[in-house]
């Protein structure tokens, strides 16, 4: 099938790699000229895992191709996936701007029937008007559709190419017929295509996201009940998570929730309810937890060290997640901007967002080349990406290095006791460490934790 996909970003490139993977020949177009001309010479604008191999192999192919000419890659496919960004705007609604332009040119360029595909985040309605936008200047043949992504960055290929399903909002047998058979080599394992009405398949991506997003704000709520009254959110995680009614996933405490999605989604979704005349006060109180935890981190800290200023702290980790470049939202740049507007100066390491962070940061920021060297002389250490390489450090060298032995781990990498038995302060999220199984030393003298 001939394919088309505007926006060559995390989802566009990912969509585009693995629909090429399938034998279809696909043409992704941005109009960022430098990520294109990138592409084409094999360099890929953001870090994901697989996504090079991919890419490299489907383009020498043949089968996929890179363009700035928009126009020209409407006029290419049967199917135009929209899969270009949907920042917030001023008041936390979607910013559909770029999705209503790429409309506009999909109608000017229309030239035989076309299915044109929803496949950014939009809220509800939206393909409404990406159909009112392309009638506006064709009066040609073309089908609207919706289809969320649900991808998660870090695990993007895997997440594509075995779904867990596909959610197809329709309301023409052309289309559905066309996405079906686009679909079909995905879910061969048995996971389901949803075929459903567009305005249910655009709710369906928010309500994933405000649902991912509340077990997040859940249980860091939780984790804070926990330290003011000496209980370990890491038992009490076990304990729920056990419930086969409530699972295990999403339920890890942490420095907050960011990247490029939740934060926007759930602003999105309170934006959208209100705008359907009710209050959405549970979407609202997800966000709220989620901007005070992000001050979690830099609070604790506060509390081990004292007054930041004219301190050296090292952080561990500025992707907002582990597997991915992408700082958008990250708990890690409300940390290193409150560390400098305080008057610390910051360290970092980051196994791959370091030049995304030389972006923000420039100079404001020193950046080391391996962990230890960020840590090297700094008077304490924030962990706040939960990236491999950090989870089991040479503690001892660890230790030589800092100036003083003081540890905030925002993802709760560490086993409490053992950090204090080593001899660090040390502050995890939910996890007092003066609980008895988590160290020998006399109750009273355990301490260490915040
Ligand atoms: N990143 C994720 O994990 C993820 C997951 C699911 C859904 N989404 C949604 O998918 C959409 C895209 O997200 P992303 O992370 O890929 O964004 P991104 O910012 O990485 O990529 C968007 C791309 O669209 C291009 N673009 C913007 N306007 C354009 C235009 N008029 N013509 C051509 N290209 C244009 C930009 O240059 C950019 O390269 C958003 O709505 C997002 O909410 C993202």
């Given at each position: 099938?001939?394919?088309?996909?505007?926006?060559?970003?995390?989802?566009?490139?990912?969509?585009?790699?693995?629909?090429?993977?399938?034998?279809?020949?696909?043409?992704?177009?941005?109009?960022?000229?430098?990520?294109?001309?990138?592409?084409?010479?094999?360099?890929?604008?953001?870090?994901?895992?697989?996504?090079?191999?991919?890419?490299?192999?489907?383009?020498?192919?043949?089968?996929?191709?890179?363009?700035?000419?928009?126009?020209?890659?409407?006029?290419?496919?049967?199917?135009?996936?929209?899969?270009?960004?949907?920042?917030?705007?001023?008041?936390?609604?979607?910013?559909?701007?770029?999705?209503?332009?790429?409309?506009?040119?999909?109608?000017?360029?229309?030239?035989?029937?076309?299915?044109?595909?929803?496949?950014?985040?939009?809220?509800?309605?939206?393909?409404?008007?990406?159909?009112?936008?392309?009638?506006?200047?064709?009066?040609?043949?073309?089908?609207?559709?919706?289809?969320?992504?649900?991808?998660?960055?870090?695990?993007?290929?895997?997440?594509?190419?075995?779904?867990?399903?596909?959610?197809?909002?329709?309301?023409?047998?052309?289309?559905?017929?066309?996405?079906?058979?686009?679909?079909?080599?995905?879910?061969?394992?048995?996971?389901?295509?949803?075929?459903?009405?567009?305005?249910?398949?655009?709710?369906?991506?928010?309500?994933?996201?405000?649902?991912?997003?509340?077990?997040?704000?859940?249980?860091?709520?939780i984790a804070d009940l926990c330290e003011r009254v000496g209980a370990d959110v890491f038992a009490v995680r076990q304990g729920?998570a056990?419930?086969?009614?409530?699972?295990?996933?999403?339920?890890f405490p942490g420095?907050?929730?960011?990247?490029?999605?939740?934060?926007?989604?759930?602003?999105?979704?309170?934006?959208?309810?209100?705008?359907?005349?009710?209050?959405?006060?549970?979407?609202?109180?997800?966000?709220?937890?989620?901007?005070?935890?992000?001050?979690v981190m830099?609070?604790k800290l506060?509390q081990l060290v004292g007054?930041?200023?004219?301190?050296?702290?090292a952080?561990w980790?500025?992707?907002?997640?582990?597997?991915?470049?992408?700082?958008?939202?990250?708990?890690?740049?409300?940390?290193?901007?409150?560390?400098?507007?305080?008057?610390?100066?910051?360290?970092?390491?980051?196994?791959?967002?370091?030049?995304?962070?030389?972006?923000?940061?420039?100079?404001?920021?020193?950046?080391?080349?391996?962990p230890y060297?960020?840590v090297?002389?700094a008077d304490a250490l924030c962990v706040?990406?939960e990236?491999l390489?950090y989870r089991t450090p040479d503690f001892a060298r660890v230790k030589a290095l800092l100036r003083a032995p003081v540890i905030v781990d925002g993802r709760n990498l560490y086993e409490p006791g053992r950090l204090v038995r080593l001899g660090f302060r040390y502050a995890g999220i939910g996890r007092p460490a003066t609980h008895p199984e988590h160290s020998e030393g006399p109750p009273g003298k355990r301490g260490g934790s915040v």
């Amino acid at each position: 099938m001939r394919v088309t996909v505007i926006g060559s970003g995390y989802v566009g490139l990912v969509a585009g790699a693995c629909l090429a993977e399938t034998g279809n020949h696909v043409v992704c177009a941005d109009r960022d000229p430098g990520k294109i001309a990138g592409l084409n010479k094999g360099v890929l604008p953001i870090y994901e895992p697989g996504l090079a191999p991919l890419v490299a192999r489907n383009a020498a192919a043949g089968r996929l191709q890179f363009s700035t000419d928009v126009d020209d890659a409407v006029r290419h496919g049967d199917v135009i996936f929209i899969a270009v960004g949907t920042p917030p705007g001023e008041d936390g609604s979607a910013d559909l701007q770029h999705v209503l332009d790429v409309a506009t040119t999909i109608g000017r360029h229309l030239d035989r029937f076309k299915v044109v595909v929803t496949k950014s985040t939009v809220p509800v309605g939206t393909a409404e008007k990406v159909r009112t936008a392309i009638r506006a200047v064709t009066s040609g043949d073309f089908a609207v559709a919706s289809n969320p992504e649900f991808l998660k960055e870090g695990a993007a290929i895997d997440d594509f190419m075995k779904p867990d399903r596909v959610v197809l909002g329709v309301d023409d047998p052309r289309a559905e017929e066309l996405l079906r058979e686009l679909y079909s080599p995905f879910v061969r394992s048995g996971s389901p295509i949803l075929f459903m009405d567009i305005p249910s398949a655009e709710v369906t991506k928010y309500a994933a996201n405000a649902m991912l997003a509340t077990r997040i704000s859940f249980m860091n709520q939780i984790a804070d009940l926990c330290e003011r009254v000496g209980a370990d959110v890491f038992a009490v995680r076990q304990g729920i998570a056990s419930d086969s009614r409530i699972g295990s996933a999403f339920l890890f405490p942490g420095p907050g929730y960011g990247g490029s999605c939740f934060p926007k989604d759930v602003k999105a979704l309170v934006h959208t309810a209100r705008g359907a005349g009710m209050a959405p006060d549970l979407f609202e109180a997800v966000e709220s937890v989620n901007d005070r935890q992000k001050q979690v981190m830099f609070n604790k800290l506060q509390q081990l060290v004292g007054d930041v200023s004219g301190k050296r702290i090292a952080v561990w980790g500025l992707a907002f997640k582990a597997g991915t470049d992408d700082m958008r939202e990250s708990p890690a740049v409300s940390l290193v901007e409150a560390l400098l507007a305080a008057g610390a100066t910051v360290h970092a390491h980051d196994p791959e967002a370091m030049t995304v962070a030389r972006g923000i940061w420039g100079d404001r920021v020193r950046f080391a080349n391996d962990p230890y060297a960020a840590v090297d002389g700094a008077d304490a250490l924030c962990v706040v990406t939960e990236w491999l390489v950090y989870r089991t450090p040479d503690f001892a060298r660890v230790k030589a290095l800092l100036r003083a032995p003081v540890i905030v781990d925002g993802r709760n990498l560490y086993e409490p006791g053992r950090l204090v038995r080593l001899g660090f302060r040390y502050a995890g999220i939910g996890r007092p460490a003066t609980h008895p199984e988590h160290s020998e030393g006399p109750p009273g003298k355990r301490g260490g934790s915040v």
